[in-house]
């Protein structure tokens, strides 16, 4: 896969980080520095774990030949599965749910936990895509260490200073990445298009 095309299928798997962390900031009063770079450390890690755990998995059946032809299939793999993330996004984004903002003090890591280990299933999904057709390991854990930071960051005092509201937005310019993504994808290499 092209650099741009990891880039767009990590920063929009992780803009719904991006808006899980809105409504995170949208209820704190305060940020305090070792916080942010707690959470920013416990999205990184969880987002470098499952895909790599993703991506392992079937870089492994790749190898081992339990799947025939794994690149083109791969490809066909990535562009479904990339349209069915931008999906689940496209429906987070109508359905707005309702949230109950309760103003706290700070930042507690459990709560986000949870909403950053499913969001990390998908980048596991992603990860196995990925790996059926071979990705350059580095440039992706530069991509997720750095998105990370920036999502983390960006959706803390994005919900701070502005509330929750802008997650909808976040959820389809995410959809949007995916799809372009798997648009490269199909066109470039699935129907040789391009």
Not at 56 to 78: D, F, S, T, W
Not at 144 to 171: N, R
């Amino acid at each position: 896969m092209t650099w741009l095309e990891n880039l767009l299928i990590i920063a929009g798997i992780l803009l719904d980080v991006f808006a899980a962390m809105e409504i995170q900031g949208a209820m704190i009063a305060d940020l305090k520095k070792r916080t942010v770079a707690v959470a920013c450390a416990v999205v990184a890690v969880s987002e470098l774990v499952f895909y790599f755990g993703g991506y392992a998995i079937c870089r492994l059946m790749a190898v081992n030949g339990y799947i025939a032809n794994p690149v083109k299939r791969g490809e066909i793999v990535a562009v479904v599965v990339l349209v069915l993330l931008g999906l689940r996004l496209i429906v987070k984004a109508i359905k707005r749910e309702f949230i109950q903002e309760k103003r706290r003090d700070a930042l507690i890591v459990l709560d986000y936990i949870r909403i950053v280990i499913v969001s990390s299933a998908y980048t596991a999904a992603a990860g196995c895509a990925c790996g059926l057709v071979g990705t350059t390991i580095w440039q992706i854990i530069a991509l997720i260490l750095a998105i990370s930071v920036l999502v983390v960051l960006g959706g803390l005092y994005t919900g701070m200073h502005f509330g929750f509201e802008k997650k909808t937005i976040a959820y389809i310019v995410g959809a949007a990445l995916l799809w372009g993504a798997g648009a490269e994808i199909f066109l470039s290499r699935v129907i040789d298009f391009v």
